[in-house]
Structures are given as C-alpha cells and as structure tokens.
C-alpha cells in the first residue's frame, strides 16, 4: 500500500492530461490502483495499492472507514454549526452525516499552498476537523457550505488507521499490509437424520 501527499490541482487518476497534474508525474507502475479519490482542489493522503481487492476493500461502503480531514473554513463555526454538522444535513443527493465535526487550531507547520488561499480582511477564517465514513463527490464542502462555511482549503489527514505524517506534498511511503482473505459463506448443512432412509 502506498500513502501518498497528493498536492493541490493534481488529478486522481493515471491517464495523463494534456493542461493538469495527474498521478503520472509521479508513479509509473501500471500495476497500482486507486483506493479511493480526492478532488482536483483538494490536498493530503491518497491511498494506492498494487492488490485490487485490498484497494475495493479499502473502498468499499461495507468497511465504512473513517477518514479525517482538516478543513479551513470561512466564518466561525460555532457550537450550533458543528453539532448540525454531525446531526445531518441534507444535500443534493442525500442527507450526510459527520462522525465527528470539532473546531481546531491552524496546523503547525502545514506547508503553504500554491495558490495561497483568498483571504477577505472582513471575513475571519477558522479550521475544523471533520471526520466521515462516506466518500460523495466534493462531499465536505458541501457539508459546510450547507451549514453557512464555505471550504477554502481541504486535506485529508487520515484514512482508518493510516495518517498523511511526514509526507510532503508529493512524498509518499510505502507500507505492507496483511490482509485478511475475504470469508467464504458457510455451506448449509443438512439436518442428520437418525437412521437411514
């Protein structure tokens, strides 16, 4: 399994493209597959692997994997905003839940973005951790567009017990896993008769 920082206005996919960043620029194995995807405009950890059951694993709606990221917002989320936020909202193709939705501090010596974010002088900005088990198209910033904060900047910082730690936009790491051979589905048995017939 690979653990990579995907930068800002990278593609998730392996296809090259003639305007915009893809993963080519940076793997050359035709043998990986994406576990899972993150926005043009999003930041932090993608997952790859090599094993396509582990990458449907990984991705499946069945195993329900936490993922966390870390989202600057514009305003101030209060108590009610992030209690919404994990009650549910309704969006376009469904309601959405948070797991957990907490504001937090600016990130110590998070890399700058290239862009930098707009700012606007009247407009604070704070940052939130938010956790989800779902994985919808440009689903946080729905989330929080819905509750009044619209996302400026957005990174995936974990996925299970898998964390963006030490990498830099670009880096990555590679970890082994062992995973467990999917369960095969117990055959009926017959009821024993006493005797034969």
């Given at each position: ?6 930068p800002?206005h ?28 993150l ?14 059951q ?14 966390t ?32 939705a ?33 994985g ?26 898998w ?27 017959r ?7």
């Open positions: 399994l690979i653990l990579f920082n995907k800002f990278c593609l998730s996919q392996f296809r090259e493209s003639d305007d915009r960043t893809t993963l080519a620029r940076f793997f050359d194995d035709p043998e990986l597959r994406l576990a899972g995807r926005d043009y405009d999003s930041e932090g950890l993608l997952l790859l692997s090599d094993d396509g582990l990458a449907h694993r990984i991705t499946s709606p069945g195993f329900r994997l936490p993922k990221y870390w989202v600057q917002v514009e305003g101030a989320p209060d108590r009610a905003a992030t209690q919404k936020l994990c009650a549910g909202v309704v969006l376009n193709d469904g309601p959405a839940a948070a797991l957990d907490a504001p937090m501090p600016a990130p110590d010596g998070l890399w700058p973005r290239d862009p930098p974010v707009r700012r606007r002088a009247a407009i604070p900005d704070h940052w939130l951790a938010i956790t989800i088990t779902e919808r198209n440009r689903q946080i910033r729905r989330m929080t567009a819905a509750v009044g904060l619209p996302t400026l900047r957005l990174i995936r910082v974990q996925v299970g017990d964390t963006l730690a030490g990498l830099r936009p670009g880096e990555h790491r590679e970890v082994t896993v062992h995973a467990p051979a999917p369960e095969r589905p117990r055959r009926r048995q009821p024993r008769h006493g005797g034969r017939r």
